[in-house]
């Protein structure tokens, strides 16, 4: 693997597009004197962002009220060997994960029990089409992961599926945790690679952005 890691998050600022509908980020910046007459000065930063900005974790409670919150997140559920499914369109209009693009992975998914799947949407990041029309993932496929024991699903995609998110539903439901908004996931050579997706300790909340990492095992 180039350089052992591989970044798989996009960088948050006010040029991070938000989800429809969701806020934008906003960052402020301040300068403090930490000395008298201002000879030594600390730059200090807010930021105000909705907690599913850029790549991102969704933590069970984000549509289950009794699900895990982030903070209650199992560290061995964002780090670990993880799958690369490589999905390809099959025409223009192919815009669903089916069980067949998975089942060819069935026994390292149910050695590793974390799936990436690259569909190459992440190279729209950016581009107001990014939110329109991506790939999702079917209620099937979804079924089968979970058959799997597959405990993380990450995608390079704004969403596993659209309104009414019956698929966030079932793998949330399920204790799956889902990773949106990955990229540079052509970068990572091996089929089989050490997945870093650490959220904030965000106590009680639904979500948060996660610096995500492949590595080489």
Known sequence: MPHRFVDLSHGIGPETPPFPG????EILSSVLEASPGGARTINLGRITASLHCGT????????IDSGRTIDQVPLDQCIGPAVLVHWKCQGPDDRQIMKEDLVPYRDRLQETHKVVVNTGWHRRWGD???FQEHPAITAEAAQFLVECGVHLVGVDTPSVDYPPYDIHILLLGHGVVI?????QLDAIPAEVFQLVAIPLKITGRDGSPVRAIAMEL
């Open 128 to 130: 107001p089409t990014y």
């Open 179 to 183: 990773v949106e908004n990955l990229t």
């Open 22 to 25: 969701d806020s934008p980020v």
């Open 56 to 63: 991102h974790m969704d933590a069970p409670f984000h549509f």
